[in-house]
Each structure stands twice: as C-alpha cells, then as structure tokens.
C-alpha cells in the first residue's frame, strides 16, 4: 500500500490511477457527509453546480429530499440547509438524500469520482477510514485535501495526516514504505504538531478563521472531535455516498 497526498484538487494527476481515492474537506463538507449519514440520511449526492443540482433533485420525493448549498461559508439562497454538520440531526436527515454544493469540497469529490473505491474523511471519522484501509490495503491510495479555490487547506493536509498516523500505528508498515510522495510524510509532520489541539489548527487556518468569522465556533469545536463517529461514507454511483457495509 503506498498512499499519496494531494493538497488541493488541482494537484491530483489528469488520470485517475488510484486503487482507493479519499476526499477531505474538514472544515466542513466531509464533515458534514459523515455526521448525515451517521444520522441516518439515505444518501449525500455531490454536485459542483447548484443548477445541475436543483435540476437533478427536482425528480425526488420533496419530503425526501434537502438541498444543502454553501458558498463563502454561507447558506446559498432558497436552499434548505448551508454546510454546517451541527444541522445534521437524526430529525432533520433521517431516511433524506442530501443534495451537497460546497465551495470546494464537493469540487474535491468530482476529480476522484472514476476511481473504483472513493471514501471521504474527516478528523470525526478517521478511524473508519483507516480500519479500511488496513483491513484492506489497496495498493495506491490517494489523499485529496479540497484546499480553498485552488490553494491550500492547512487542516485538510492535517487530516490526511492523521489518517496516515493511524495507518502506521495500526499496521506497523514504516512511513517510508507508506509514504507515496513527500507531501504525505510532510502532512504527518503537520497532524503530530497539532494533534492535541486540533481547534488551534483550525484557527491557524485561513479556512477557521473565515467561519470564526462568521460566528461558527462551534463547527470548528465538532470538527475538532478526532474519531468522534464509526462511520465510512463511501461512493455507491459515481457522485453518491452512502454508509459503508464493506
Ligand atoms: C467547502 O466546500 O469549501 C466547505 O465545506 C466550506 C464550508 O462550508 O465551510
């Protein structure tokens, strides 16, 4: 198993060759898919596009159906939810397909769509993500932080770096023999500098400091919550997740 780290999604390779491609977008999509599907949504159904979305959810029983639209931090108008996981709550999603535009998570999630296994992460379900891949040791996995239009997410890389920390402790493989480039022995070095305190990381990051800015501490106070949820989203068709029964 070799598992690379990609920044941002404009860094991932044209052609998907992973065996196992994970989105992360901490602050807040991914984590936002797993507390929805803990809490028992159906489905999360991605799109970059609001339009595309709005079309494509116009088909599903009303009742059923939550359009979840973020942009900038903020609710996008007319939509039923923003992105924050606080929302997701057993009454609100249970047995609803969420319909998800996010910024840039959702972004993250449609480059890595051809590969045969997408997952998603977050700090609150890393664990699942890495009993997977240790249980299963696909041979090429790739770590796509969403970054923030195109640069950057410090608390994304620090999450594909606790997901691979959790991978070294519980395989016992080395980093060299794991690492698959050099930002995915540099990620593990930013995860272990903040592990104690990953709400301080958060509020080093441009990404925190945007939603600290909106009033949004407490998003950062569940995001922060390391392997908080067993939960392991996992692409069904290409664009839609559900929880995982691998
Ligand atoms: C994104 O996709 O950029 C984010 O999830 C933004 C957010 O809602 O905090």
């Known amino acids: 198993m070799k598992l690379f ?5 404009e860094r991932v390779p044209p052609q998907v060759t992973a065996d196992c491609a994970i989105a992360i977008d901490v602050l807040r999509a ?9 809490a028992g949504a159906e489905g999360v159904q991605a ?24 942009r900038g931090g903020k609710t996008v108008e007319g939509f039923d939810m923003g992105n924050s996981p606080l929302d997701c709550t057993p009454e609100r999603v249970k ?28 700090f609150i379900n890393r664990d699942a993500v ?14 796509v ?28 493989i080395s980093l060299d023999a794991l690492a698959g480039n050099d930002e995915a022995v540099s990620s593990v070095t930013l995860y272990r500098n903040f ?11 441009s990404h925190g400091k945007r939603l600290l800015g909106l009033g949004l501490y ?8 390391l392997d908080f949820l067993d939960v392991l989203p996992v692409q069904r068709e290409q664009g839609v997740l559900v929880k995982s029964i691998l």
């Open 5 to 9: 780290v990609y920044h941002t999604p």
């Open 30 to 38: 991914t984590s936002t898919i797993a507390t929805a599907l803990d």
């Open 47 to 70: 799109f970059s596009d609001l339009e595309i979305l709005i079309a494509t959810s116009e088909a599903w029983d009303p009742a059923r159906r939550i359009r979840v639209g973020e």
């Open 95 to 122: 047995q609803s397909r969420l319909f998800m535009s996010t910024t840039n998570g959702t972004r993250a999630l449609e480059c890595i769509r051809s590969a045969p296994i997408v997952l998603t992460a977050a």
């Open 130 to 143: 890495v009993q997977y891949l240790v249980k299963h040791q696909p041979e090429t996995v790739w770590l």
């Open 145 to 172: 932080g969403s970054g923030w239009e195109g640069s950057y997410s410090l608390e994304d890389t620090g999450c594909a770096g606790a997901v691979i920390e959790g991978v070294l402790e519980q395989s016992g």
């Open 195 to 205: 592990q104690d305190d990953l709400v301080s990381l958060f509020k080093h990051a």
């Open 218 to 225: 407490e998003d950062l106070e569940y995001c922060a919550q």
